[in-house]
């Protein structure tokens, strides 16, 4: 009786373990910034790289808008390719 009391974890130490996890996670995902303000890094980090990718996209239109012949726009269709290329994934199975 007293062995099977050991295998089976009770509710509080099941809480105590998710609340660990919870904490551990919390720790490794959000920045606490010098105002007090919590920040959580992966949200940080991709909408730092979206608002970059669409000012270097709407820079390309512009320019691939104003450029007078084909040879001036090689440049700024490379940079846009390359950018939505990095942002659409391969297709996979």
Known sequence: ?????????????????????????????????????????????FFTTLGISLLVIAFCIVKLSLALSCEATNTWMALLTFVLGVWIKSPTM
């Not at 959000?30 to 949200?43: H, L, P, V």
Request: with cysteine; glycine share 4%.
């Open 1 to 45: 009786m007293d062995e099977t009391k050991s295998l089976h974890p009770t509710a509080t130490q099941i809480n105590l373990r998710i609340n660990e996890e919870e904490k551990k996670e919390a720790l490794e995902n959000n920045w606490r910034s010098c105002s007090g303000c919590i920040i959580d890094k992966r949200s940080l980090g």
